[in-house]
């Protein structure tokens, strides 16, 4: 047992305050997708409700419902339109009201 | 791994065996199917059991014909009382590297009892009552396994409702004197999946225990009928979080070998990346699991130090902490980072390898898994286990060496084994196995790896209806998968089957063997299972 605690002590401390510093790891973590909206037409947004296997996405009007609760980051949307969807980056999602993860994005692109 | 091989030689015994059958050769695939009707099933299944080196790897039913698993208007939809039942057994003929299924139509309400014969398939006689409302003969009780107390008719099935609703059986078991049951779960502790233990126990010795699993049960196999392919494989991916590779392989290789779909060589050789990558994780969790039981909380804490740099080697190289992504219909879909490999696992893989040294030093540590939870290999054998737990009994299975897919076959593997069965044993091979996953890599990663897809054919009404077994060696073991699809390429009928539903069936065994509660989690974290992949 002494190995143990001497090499508990020998490493230290390798749990911290959350966020002690930034972590490059975030970095390669599957993120929620960001729509652009001038480039989402109705169509455009019709495929990526189509392709979201967890029902985050859906269309209202000429709006693209996006509720972010329901995400999974698996990146269909990403694949299916790169041009209209990216990696938010954004990880860290927790709110306080329900309401604040349910995004609405106008359709602005225009129909080609 | 793929069913989609190159020409095996045939055992003279395989021809002896299927000669019995009225076929006259095995063919070149590495599954063989066989039609069986439901009259000779028992003799037949006494046949192959008494093979040399036939394990039952799983059995399951489809509602309809045979003929008729593509054809969506019957198979995959609920059946009426007197719809037919297509029962399937697969099994392994690991020393002929092949799978053999035999198919036969129970049209009646009851087929001959299998788990007279082959008690492994005890389980599934149960969900097959369940989910088809057919039992097999004998009347022997049969427990409930997926569907919760108070299922009625109306609750979804993959085929009609049994007469009678599964009885609440607990173990089978008579105890006299003053033994008691102790109830434990389904909530356990936080973030520990929902599992019921049953304990029997006359105050401290374990007599026996029973599972119930139901509550996690969701339907899973349901779900995905109706669904293309790469739409389900979503499913699969999640099924089990922690098998995501090894069960979403199997079910592509599933899909890929009743389309003819033949992926791409460096797409194989990153999915066999993946799948080591996974195994090595997963060990690497099962030692951190260990440790916790033990009351190690420092060697916890090294083996997690250990865990969490190989979660950021999987991102770094696929782009996710639990490889998920990386497997698709036809080949792998994630970018490989083959120099995020070569420079982040190395430095990954000796903190763990520091962290067992020491484990295997520490005697208050070992004392604790010598002679815990011992499983023989009589057993391992009669319950058809896998895996690791298998391995650590003297069986030396391993569906990478026994039904190699590329590129397993051109990297020969040293299948770790031990002959003690307790759970020394198992640690003992986890860490074998995940320093041989190491080589693999090393080796396989040396080839070209990356993304690649095999491209469907069209799908249309001209296309026939086809089906497919796949399977991988997940790190609990070996996985299976069957799929039939319909003409439009849509699922009729999915069939998956993780390493944790047979290995789950070995729990109780190796807890009943001279064991006290405390060891309780101590055996659990060396079988490192998950509920989700049995609940399904």
């Known amino acids: 047992m002494p190995l143990w605690t001497l090499r508990g002590l020998r490493r230290g401390v390798v749990t911290t305050r959350y966020p002690a510093r ?50 999974t980051a698996c990146g269909r949307c990403r694949a299916e339109a790169p041009e209209a969807a990216g990696a938010s980056g954004e990880f860290e999602l927790a709110t306080t009201a329900r309401e604040h993860l349910i995004k609405r994005i106008p359709l602005a692109g225009r129909p080609t | 791994m793929t069913a989609i091989q190159p020409s095996v030689a045939s055992r003279p015994g395989l021809s002896d065996l299927l000669t019995g059958f009225g076929q006259d050769a095995a063919g070149d695939g590495p599954v063989i199917t066989l039609g069986v009707p439901v009259a000779d099933l028992e003799a037949a299944v006494r046949r192959i059991a008494a093979y040399p080196g036939a394990r039952l790897a799983d059995v399951f039913a489809s509602a309809g014909s ?8 019957r198979d995959g939809s609920p059946a009426g009382d007197g719809s037919p039942v297509t029962l399937r057994l697969v099994w392994g003929l690991d020393a002929d590297h092949r799978y053999l299924i035999t198919e036969s139509l129970v049209e009646g309400d009851s087929y001959p009892s299998l788990s007279a014969i082959a008690p ?15 039992r097999p003969a004998g009347g022997r009780p049969l427990n409930r396994v997926a569907l919760p107390p108070g299922a009625g008719p109306d609750w979804p099935r993959l085929g009609r409702a049994p007469a009678e609703p599964p ?16 109830p434990f779960g389904p909530v356990r502790q936080v973030a520990v999946e929902s599992l019921y233990y049953g304990l029997v126990t006359s105050g401290e010795e374990l007599v026996d225990l029973y599972l119930f699993t139901w509550h996690k049960h969701r339907g899973v196999e349901w779900r995905m009928r109706g669904m293309a392919p790469g739409e389900a494989l979503f499913y699969v991916e999640r099924t089990e979080g922690l098998g995501a590779v090894g069960n979403s392989w199997a079910f592509a290789a599933a899909v890929e070998a009743a389309l003819g779909l033949e992926p791409p060589q460096q797409a194989m050789a990153a999915r066999a990346i993946a799948l080591e990558l996974e195994r090595l994780y997963n060990h690497a969790a099962a030692t951190a699991a260990l440790c916790q039981s033990t009351g190690l909380v420092i060697g ?21 902490r639990y490889l998920f992504g990386v497997v698709d219909i036809g080949g792998t879909r994630a970018d490989l980072d083959a120099a995020a490999l070569r420079s982040d696992l190395p430095g990954a893989y000796a903190e763990l390898e520091r962290a067992a040294d020491a484990l295997l030093t520490t005697n208050s540590f070992l004392d604790r898994l010598e002679a815990t939870g011992i499983l023989t290999e009589e057993a391992a054998r009669r319950l058809g286990l896998v895996g690791p737990v298998a391995r650590a009994t003297g069986l030396a299975a391993d569906t990478r060496a026994d039904h190699p897919a590329r590129p397993y076959g051109e990297f020969p593997l040293a299948v770790a084994v031990a002959d003690t069965g307790d759970v020394l044993a198992r640690f003992r091979v986890m860490l074998t196995e995940a320093a041989e996953s190491v080589r693999l890599i090393g080796e396989i990663g040396r080839t070209a790896a990356g993304p690649g897809l095999a491209l469907p054919p069209g799908a249309g009404p001209g296309q026939p209806a086809s089906s497919g077994l796949g399977w991988a060696e997940s790190s609990r073991g070996e996985a299976l998968a069957w799929v039939a699809l319909d003409g439009s390429g849509r699922i009729t009928r999915a069939r998956l089957r993780p ?6 069936r070995g729990f109780d065994d190796a807890c ?4 006290v509660f405390t060891d309780i989690p101590i055996i659990e974290a060396s079988f490192w299972l998950t509920v989700a992949g049995t609940a399904r």
């Open chain 1, 22 to 71: 930034p972590d490059a790891s975030a970095q390669l973590l599957p993120t929620p997708p960001a729509f652009r909206p001038e480039v989402l037409t109705p169509d455009l947004a019709d495929r990526l409700v189509a392709v979201c296997p967890s029902r985050a996405l859906a269309r209202d009007g000429d709006m693209l419902v996006f509720y972010v609760g329901a995400c």
């Open chain 2, 66 to 73: 045979p003929a008729g698993d593509g054809n969506s208007a």
């Open chain 2, 120 to 134: 492994a398939a005890f389980a599934e006689e149960c969900e097959i009552y369940e989910q088809f409302g057919i």
């Open chain 2, 167 to 182: 009885r609440d059986v607990h173990a089978p078991h008579h105890v006299g004197g003053h033994a008691f049951e102790f």
């Open chain 2, 300 to 320: 916890q804490a090294a083996a997690e130090i250990a865990l969490e740099r190989l979660l950021r080697v999987n991102a770094a190289v696929f782009g996710h």
């Open chain 2, 499 to 504: 390493a944790a539903v047979r290995n789950w």
């Open chain 2, 512 to 515: 009943r063997s001279q064991n």
